[in-house]
């Protein structure tokens, strides 16, 4: 079945300092999803990347689809302390009827 | 916002007791989810309902069962509890194959 790899697990980061996890299915995704936990809290929806190559931001975050929609990642500029918790990455492929979703990528933001 | 909305939030039952979990969301959502979520997990997919009186097994049914009567009510049943069913529960709902909106959770301790 379709599985969607996050790495890192962890990462500290000390706050100020740019922070990049990276996702990878094992198959072609229609589209990719990010999502983020606040500890204690429920994932909340960042984004949805459709094309191939896309590249989205919000303010210090920047999102890119890969070119063979198999690959994604998440990128913080400059983090800061409200950017802590753990970041999701989620897919669906051509032949699954459900999100799968990747393991997370728990941030840690240092003052 | 309280578009979707969990109970109990919090919950301590013993081995063996039967327990079933709430969610109601007020979109009128086609999609409703089940989710697990365990260190080292990330998120399980339960169980899945695409309308009323539809429902369908998602990576971890096993002990679980589910119902959808009315389109904004999705309750998650745990038939004699197990000491491995301790997790976080989250109920979502999505319109289609995009954003999944999560409600905040129930903690389950299974003693």
């Known amino acids: 079945g379709q599985q969607v790899m996050q790495i890192p697990q962890y990462q500290h980061v000390q706050e100020g300092e740019d922070f990049t996890t990276y996702c990878n299915s094992s198959t072609t995704l229609s589209n990719i999803q990010w999502y983020k936990q606040r500890p204690g809290g429920h994932p909340v929806f960042l984004i949805q990347?459709?094309?191939?190559?896309e590249v989205k931001k919000q303010k210090r975050l920047t999102f890119q689809f890969g070119e063979a929609k198999k690959n994604s990642s998440l990128h913080i500029t400059a983090t800061q302390t409200t950017d802590v918790g753990t970041y999701f990455c989620?897919?669906?492929?051509?032949?699954?009827?459900?999100?799968?979703f990747g393991s997370g990528t728990q941030l840690t933001v240092l003052p | 916002d309280a578009g979707i909305t969990q109970s109990p939030r919090y919950k301590i039952t013993e081995t063996g007791r039967q327990v079933t979990l709430m969610c109601h969301q007020t979109w009128s959502h086609s999609y409703m989810f089940w989710y697990r979520q365990d260190l080292g997990h990330g998120l399980r997919l339960i169980y899945y309902?695409?309308?009323?009186?539809?429902?369908d097994k998602g990576e971890v049914p096993d002990g679980y069962v589910v119902s959808r009567s009315k389109t904004e009510n999705f309750p998650l049943t745990l038939e004699s509890a197990t000491r491995s069913q301790t997790s976080v529960y989250f109920c979502?709902?999505?319109?289609?194959?995009?954003?999944?909106?999560f409600g905040e959770g129930s903690w389950l301790t299974v003693v």
């Open positions: 989620a897919g669906f492929s051509g032949s699954a009827r459900q999100l799968t």
């Open positions: 309902s695409a309308a009323a009186d539809i429902t």
């Open positions: 990347l459709v094309k191939s190559g």
């Open positions: 979502a709902s999505s319109e289609s194959r995009d954003t999944i909106y």
